[in-house]
């Protein structure tokens, strides 16, 4: 079964906004993971948090972790067209180097 | 650098034949996997091998084989293709955690 539930859906906005998804999760985890994947290609990493993090930056990317809510945000910042893709979690459980993904969230950025 | 490269991209197939996926890593990587996506469904788990010659089970292994006779090698079959396997299989290696994917298979099976 899905670990990772990414929330929303779907999310459409403009160029130049803010763009923030959530992850849930259900059990513990080492890590938690961003993908990103564009229409009709593999997914691309994004960045990675370990479980004794709590923030980390990547560019116009900053990802939380809440370990005791089991969640996780991306921010994505000053978005651009290009970031028009969908975005997974994915984590890890235990000592597993199974990687365990939600079910994305849509972004669209309208010019 | 390649990275993972799957073939084929694209294939057609018959309810009840057979084929096998193909996914080659040139990066050396222990770990290899394959996932299917199906829409509203996310990536699921096929199966995994965590080094040469070593195969396990993941999510939704049935109706699937695979085999890891080389490192860089990562094999997946299907022996008698249905319908509900129609789907795109990704291919994935990984190095300390983070997974390196291919572009996809696309497979449709009549």
Same mark, same amino acid.
């Given at each position: 079964?899905?670990?990772?539930?990414?929330?929303?859906?779907?999310?459409? @906005?403009?160029?130049?906004?803010?763009?923030?998804?959530?992850?849930?999760?259900?059990? !513990? @985890?080492?890590?938690?993971?961003?993908?990103?994947?564009?229409?009709?290609?593999?997914?691309?990493?994004? @960045?990675? @948090?370990?479980?004794?993090?709590?923030?980390?930056? !990547?560019?116009?990317?900053?990802?939380?972790?809440?370990?005791?809510?089991?969640?996780?945000?991306?921010?994505?910042?000053? !978005?651009?067209?290009?970031?028009?893709?969908?975005?997974?979690?994915?984590?890890?459980?235990?000592?597993?180097?199974?990687?365990?993904?939600?079910?994305?969230?849509?972004?669209?950025?309208?010019? | 650098?390649?990275?993972?490269?799957?073939?084929?991209? &694209?294939?057609?197939?018959?309810?009840?034949?057979?084929?096998?996926?193909? /996914?080659?890593?040139?990066?050396?990587?222990?770990?290899?996997?394959?996932?299917?996506?199906?829409?509203?469904?996310?990536?699921?788990?096929?199966?995994?091998?965590?080094?040469?010659?070593?195969?396990?089970?993941?999510?939704?292994?049935?109706?699937?084989?695979?085999?890891?006779?080389?490192?860089?090698?990562?094999?997946?079959?299907?022996? !008698?293709?249905?319908?509900?396997?129609?789907?795109?299989?990704? /291919?994935?290696?990984?190095?300390?955690?983070?997974? &390196?994917?291919?572009?996809?298979?696309?497979?449709?099976?009549?």
């Amino acid at each position: 079964s899905q670990q990772g539930e990414e929330d929303p859906q779907a999310l459409s @906005i403009q160029e130049g906004e803010n763009a923030t998804m959530n992850c849930s999760y259900k059990t !513990s @985890i080492n890590n938690l993971q961003w993908y990103r994947q564009n229409s009709g290609r593999g997914l691309v990493h994004l @960045i990675l @948090i370990r479980s004794n993090e709590r923030e980390k930056h !990547s560019g116009r990317l900053r990802v939380t972790l809440d370990t005791s809510k089991k969640s996780s945000s991306l921010l994505i910042t000053a !978005s651009r067209a290009a970031d028009t893709a969908s975005y997974f979690c994915a984590t890890a459980q235990g000592g597993s180097e199974k990687l365990v993904f939600g079910k994305g969230t849509k972004l669209t950025v309208n010019p | 650098n390649a990275g993972v490269t799957q073939t084929p991209k &694209f294939r057609v197939l018959k309810t009840g034949q057979s084929m096998t996926l193909l /996914c080659a890593q040139d990066m050396n990587h222990e770990y290899m996997y394959w996932y299917r996506q199906d829409p509203g469904m996310g990536l699921r788990l096929i199966h995994y091998s965590v080094g040469e010659g070593t195969t396990a089970k993941g999510e939704v292994p049935d109706g699937y084989n695979v085999s890891r006779l080389k490192k860089q090698n990562f094999l997946l079959g299907l022996e !008698s293709a249905a319908p509900s396997q129609t789907s795109v299989y990704f /291919c994935a290696s990984s190095y300390r955690g983070e997974l &390196f994917f291919g572009e996809g298979s696309r497979l449709t099976v009549l």
